[in-house]
């Protein structure tokens, strides 16, 4: 299975980017997709996860300003990011779960400033 993560950049504080992430290859069943950030200096921290016929989940950091989503018929998920703040700057990895396997993309770098 591979990820192909898109969608970063460089956005002032205030403003919105939309993250993509595509699977490809041997995919029978998925049963999570989701993304984690890494800040530089901070481990790698969830940010949300969207199981298969399950709750979304949400860091209380990003609540009411990022939704996840799925086109499940492509095998991709998004991350459309509203309302950035500076502390949001980090590297975004894109996670699924195919099986009992875990996958990672490649990690897209998101950069806020003020």
């Known amino acids: 299975v591979q990820l192909q993560a898109s969608g970063g950049g460089l956005v002032q504080a205030g403003g919105s980017l939309r993250l993509a992430c595509a699977a490809s290859?041997?995919?029978?069943?998925?049963?999570?997709m989701g993304w984690f950030r890494q800040a530089p200096g901070k481990q790698r921290e969830l940010v949300a996860i969207?199981?298969?016929?399950?709750?979304?989940t949400y860091a209380d950091s990003v609540k009411g300003r990022f939704t996840i989503s799925r086109d499940n018929a492509e095998n991709t998920v998004y991350l459309q990011m509203n309302s950035l703040k500076r502390e949001d700057t980090a590297v975004y990895y894109c996670n699924v779960a195919v099986g009992p396997s875990v996958y990672w993309g490649q990690g897209t770098l998101v950069t806020v400033s003020s």
């Open positions: 290859g041997r995919i029978f069943r998925i049963n999570a």
């Open positions: 969207i199981p298969t016929g399950g709750t979304t």
